[in-house]
Each structure stands twice: as structure tokens, then as C-alpha cells.
């Protein structure tokens, strides 16, 4: 008598292996054939409520069967997304993803590895493409490194292992009180995970002063010296310097030369956020934009953005290897080596760097994208989009209906419809109802900013797939609408 087999989650029979094959083969030709036609569609459609209702519904006790679930996602999610993959998506700053990306997701959670170290093949390719990020953004060797989540994460890190060094590693065993008087200096134009890093690792919203910014949205050096003397004669402890290599709301980028030049002068860590823009310094002739983001104590980029790889994918680079391992260090049994098998002794440990222990195989896609494409090929986005900013505001400058309000340093611009209007509230609807609009009708997704208090149309291009006759159409239609609605 055969004895009954013990539950699984795999197919059961012949019959749900084919049923298995059909839905991924399915799904394999309607997800290319949408990036085909991408540029035929919306940018973006909004959630009807049926939909919102749909999937409120609760769990089922019995399931529906792969190729009806599959269903339901293509028609509840499938035609609901932010519409990052639009050539004419240029909100927040999200990249359009590559079909080679694509492919390396969905092969590595196919393989669904733990890349927390060890003698496997997602954490020597997570260490070769370390190395190409090392050897591009100009680090020394014995620099370290970590693929993370996002820039977020990349920035908290780096701040973490900053702290780590200016307490003498005494924040890790006395916690609070070893970091009092600590503080984090940037401009006044900083990503908000540099408030959120300083909160978590107990410095508190006061651990972080801001400066004045000069007329191109740069931090300004003679203010940050100014309060660094200040704190300095209250008895505070400077210890971290944070340049932005393109901030979020205009592009700027900081003058990181000087800031390493200041940062030496006083003892201080330089980190630098590079999320939207560090990945620029792989085109030559954008390098020298980024002079002195190569001397910086730790660096933190986006690959999902610029790098057009899927979400989620960020990195920090840490310059002094040894400080970031200790920074992170924690014994415990479970987490031996031995002498071979699958933790051999010697072998590389990411969760050491790291708060996290559980990882996902985030260097398959990385690998795949700049395998498959070149980085030449690669590079040559960067200089596109940058190109395509500079011509954005050229042609919004020429136009007596528009008005620039921000220069560019990279590839995010800010501006709005003027349309000989005062300075007011009602421009600033008129400019709202605008991004709003062309929202709506998935013409294109901006984002709103407020720049000196008055409302901007912000597009932050890092999108492959823009043309630049996208925005000659954009620009067109502000102007219409604009008009229409004053």
C-alpha cells in the first residue's frame, strides 16, 4: 500500500505542472509584449473603486488554482501600475526598468537565495559587482560594500558606520550616551532618510543641523563652517558631513571637493548621497560633475533609479572596510564557520555589514542589466537624460509662457506656467490643476515641489525610454492647459 505523501506547495500531479507551465509562459509573453507597446498606453490609470472593493476582499480557504489567480492580478493589478515604465513617466525619480533586469528578477527569485554569505554563487556575484561599482565610483581596494534595499537604507547605514567611528565604537555597548552632542551637518535640501537615520540611531531630529544653500541649490561652505564653529563653542560634537550628488528637488549637486577639503579640516565623515545621481560618474564625460565624491568616507546610490534596474536595488560603499564589519559585527552560534561546507572559515559574511541577516539576491539583476547591455551603453542613458534636462530648460526659458525656476546640474527640472500672471495663490492652483490634469488623462506623471514657496512642475528624468519629442509635448501642452485654465 503506498503510503500518502505529506503536504507541499508544488504542483501535485502531471495536470498542475502543465497548468504551471502555461500561466509562466503566459506571463512571459503578455510582460514583453506590454513593454512593447509600452508608449501606446497611459502613463498612468487610477485604481477604480470596484477594483479597491475587489481587493479587499478577504483570503480564500480554498485555493483558485494558479491560472485562475494569475487572472485575477491581470485584471485587479496589471493595468493599475505607478507607470514608471512610461517613456513619459518623470515623477519622484523612478527608473523605467530593462527587459535584461527583468529577466535576472525573475531568475533570481526563481532561485531564491539567502545572500547573507557563505560559499554560494549569489554572494560571489553580489562581490563582483560590488567591485565594478568600486572601480567606477573611484573607491580605493579595501573599500567594502553592500547592496541594499534602496538609497534610504544605503544613507542610514553609511551614518551609522560614522557613528560607529566617532564614538570609538562605545554607541554600540553604551548606546544614547556615547552619542550625545553628535551632529549631522547637510543642506537644506536633503533626502528625508538623513532626518530618519539620525532618529533611529538615537541622535534624535536635533542630531541633524541644515544650511543655507547658495543661488544654485548647492550647499553653502561658508555656512557650514559658521555653524560647525558655533556647535563647536557650544561643546557639541561634529562628526558627519552629508553632500548630495544631485538633490531631490532641483538636481543640484554640492560642491564635494570642498566639502572633503572642510570635512578633513575639522575630522569629520563625508557621506555622500548619491541616490539619483552618483551613477552619472559612469560617463566620462559627466565625471567631472562629481569631483571629490570619490574621496568620500561612504557613498550611497540607487541602481532602481538612474540604473533602470527593477525595485528594489540600492548600494553603500564604505571606504575603510574594516570600520563598516565593525560597525555591524555580532557574534552569535547559529552564525559559525567551519572548516568547509557551505560557511567555510574565511568566507564572506554580508550580514556582518549590515543590521540585516536575511537577503535577498539582489546582484542577479545588476549583473544581468550591465552584462547584457555594456556599460558603455549604459552610460550613454545618463548623458541622454542630462542632455534631455539641459534642452528642457532651454526651451522653457525661450517661451514667454513658462517660467524657469531652478537651474539644472544633472537631470531634474523644476519649473511653471507663468502665463503673465502675478506671483500668487492662483498661480499656484492653475500649476497644480496642471500636474494634476496631465496626470489623469496618462499623459505623464510630474511631481509637485514647492521652491521658495511657490509651486513647481518637477521633472526628474531617468527614464530610458524618454524621446526628446515627449517633452516638446509636455511643454506644449502645459502651455494649453495652462491657458485653459486661466
Request: with cysteine.
Amino acid at each position: 500500500m503506498t503510503e500518502p505523501r505529506e503536504p507541499h506547495l508544488d504542483p501535485r500531479d502531471e495536470q498542475e505542472w502543465e497548468e504551471a507551465r502555461r500561466a509562466a509562459h503566459r506571463l512571459v509573453d503578455r510582460v514583453l509584449d506590454q513593454h512593447r507597446g509600452l508608449r501606446d498606453g497611459a502613463c498612468w490609470t487610477p485604481v477604480p473603486e470596484p477594483v479597491k472593493d475587489a481587493l479587499r476582499a478577504p483570503a480564500p480557504r480554498q485555493g483558485l488554482g494558479l491560472e485562475r489567480a494569475l487572472e485575477l492580478a491581470e485584471a485587479l493589478v496589471e493595468p493599475y501600475s505607478s507607470g514608471n515604465r512610461h517613456p513619459r513617466f518623470w515623477g519622484w525619480v523612478k527608473g523605467a526598468g530593462t527587459i535584461p533586469g527583468l529577466l535576472g528578477q525573475w531568475l533570481a527569485t526563481g532561485l531564491n537565495a539567502n545572500a547573507f554569505g557563505g560559499d554560494q554563487g549569489a554572494v560571489f556575484l553580489e562581490l563582483q559587482v560590488l567591485e565594478w561599482f568600486r572601480a567606477g565610483m573611484g573607491f580605493p581596494a579595501g573599500s567594502s560594500g553592500l547592496l541594499v534595499d534602496g538609497g534610504s537604507m544605503a544613507n542610514i547605514l553609511g551614518l551609522a558606520v560614522a557613528r560607529h567611528r566617532a564614538t570609538g565604537g562605545r554607541c554600540k555597548t553604551e548606546g544614547p550616551e556615547a552619542c550625545l552632542g553628535l551632529r549631522i551637518y547637510g543642506s537644506e535640501a536633503p533626502h528625508n532618510s538623513i532626518q530618519k537615520g539620525a532618529e533611529l540611531l538615537g541622535l534624535g531630529t536635533r542630531g541633524v543641523r541644515l544650511v543655507a544653500t547658495d543661488g544654485r541649490g548647492r550647499l553653502d561652505l561658508a555656512a557650514l563652517e559658521r555653524a560647525l564653529e558655533e556647535d563647536l563653542r557650544s561643546g557639541l560634537r561634529p562628526f558627519c558631513v552629508v553632500g548630495s550628488a544631485c538633490t531631490v528637488g532641483t538636481g543640484a549637486i554640492d560642491p564635494l571637493l570642498a566639502m572633503r577639503e572642510l570635512a578633513d579640516r575639522y575630522g569629520l565623515w563625508l557621506h555622500v548621497d548619491g541616490a539619483i545621481g552618483a551613477l552619472g560618474r559612469f560617463s566620462e564625460r559627466l565625471r567631472p560633475r562629481f569631483a571629490g565624491m570619490e574621496r568620500a568616507d561612504s557613498l550611497a546610490f540607487d541602481l532602481h533609479k538612474w540604473g533602470q534596474v527593477p525595485y528594489d536595488a540600492g548600494c553603500l560603499l564604505v571606504r575603510d572596510g574594516e570600520l563598516h564589519r565593525e560597525a555591524f559585527q555580532v557574534g552569535a552560534k547559529y552564525l559559525g564557520t567551519l572548516e568547509g561546507g557551505f560557511t567555510p572559515h574565511g568566507c564572506h559574511m554580508f550580514h556582518a555589514y549590515t543590521p540585516l541577516l536575511s537577503r535577498s539576491d539582489r546582484a542577479l539583476k545588476i549583473w544581468l542589466t550591465i552584462q547584457a547591455l555594456g556599460l558603455e551603453r549604459w552610460a550613454a542613458i545618463f548623458e541622454k537624460n542630462a542632455d534631455q534636462a539641459a534642452w528642457l530648460g532651454e526651451r522653457v526659458a525661450a517661451d514667454p509662457d513658462l517660467e524657469l525656476l531652478a537651474p539644472t546640474d544633472l537631470n531634474i527640472l523644476c519649473f511653471r506656467f507663468r502665463g503673465g500672471l502675478a506671483d500668487g495663490p492662483l498661480l499656484d492652483r492653475i500649476n497644480e490643476r496642471i500636474l494634476v490634469q496631465l496626470q489623469e488623462t496618462g499623459f505623464c506623471v510630474m511631481s509637485p515641489f514647492r521652491l521658495q514657496d511657490r509651486f513647481c512642475l518637477r521633472v526628474a528624468i531617468a527614464n530610458h525610454r524618454t524621446e526628446r519629442a515627449d517633452l516638446e509635448a509636455l511643454a506644449r501642452r502645459v502651455v494649453d492647459a495652462g491657458k485653459r485654465l486661466a
